[in-house]
């Protein structure tokens, strides 16, 4: 074997590799969007301090109404009519302050496991996976969508697909529940999704064609100065013009670039 001959078979060996790698590492970056959504399961919906401060509520209430039970029983006994109220009242007004006071404490408690507006990682991640899933699959009906021949009118549907994930990204990501009550916000998200929406799609398809573009040059470079001289499409007596041309038209492609 020549060694030009080995030094390509080790190049396109390489080259394979390279190709088996990339794609592994994409088939695992694919796999990873795809079950995003499951990931959440691994984490707890609550902290261990608020559910240990939860069963403060039901100790409170019963303290409460074990304290009225033995006031009403000592009614007519060891307490008069009056006696009673002012009791009654008091015990009821400590638990009031005891359940003010375990109110406060759960909202901070709340406040602490929530997760950019969310009451917990776990629910946002299991919401941000749901809404990678849809922009994963969206993006791939995009590309399918710009390497079809025949124009279906499909794109549509996958720039809706791109700019409704978008919305929920941006929501996700900066805004809360609560902004749903505001009209503007609403359109104003929704139209600057659909826009974004559009820009993707427009990159996309420009990246796509202009690496289509490029292999289809590739291969034309490739066949004018590798193969057709290699497997002897040129005759000999034309060799030497041919070769002439083709450095004019290298020469002239490179002060071109």
């Known amino acids: 074997m020549e060694p030009s001959t080995q030094s390509q078979s080790k190049q396109d060996q390489k080259t394979t590799t390279g190709i088996k790698i990339k794609s592994f590492l994409l088939g695992i970056g ?12 691994a984490f707890d919906r609550w902290s261990k301090e608020y559910i240990e401060h939860k069963k403060e509520y039901t100790k409170i209430i019963a303290d409460r109404n074990e304290v009225q039970d033995s006031l009403l029983i000592q009614l007519g006994k060891s307490l008069t009519i009056d006696e009673y109220k002012e009791s009654r009242n008091l015990e009821w007004l400590a638990s009031q302050e005891k359940l003010r006071e375990f109110t406060k404490v759960n909202k901070r408690l709340k406040e602490e496991w929530s997760f950019l507006g969310r009451g917990s990682f776990k629910y946002w991640l299991g919401q941000f996976g749901i809404v990678l899933l849809g922009f994963y699959f969206s993006i791939k009906s995009v590309f399918d969508d710009i390497n079809r021949d025949i124009n279906t009118g499909h794109k549509f549907i996958s720039i809706a697909g791109v700019s409704v994930c978008v919305f929920w990204f941006y929501h996700l990501f900066f805004q809360t529940a609560n902004d749903f009550y505001s009209e503007t916000y609403f359109y104003v998200a929704l139209g600057v999704s659909v826009l974004t929406g559009c820009f993707i799609y ?53 002060d071109n670039e």
């Open 202 to 254: 427009g990159l996309t398809r420009y990246f796509v064609k202009k690496e289509s573009l490029y292999t289809i040059i590739r291969g034309l470079f490739n066949f004018i100065f590798i193969e057709s001289e290699k497997k002897g499409y040129i005759k000999d007596e034309k060799i030497n013009e041919y070769k002439k041309r083709r450095l004019e038209l290298a020469k002239n492609a490179l």
């Open 30 to 41: 694919a796999f990873l969007i795809v079950g995003m959504s499951l990931f959440h399961a």
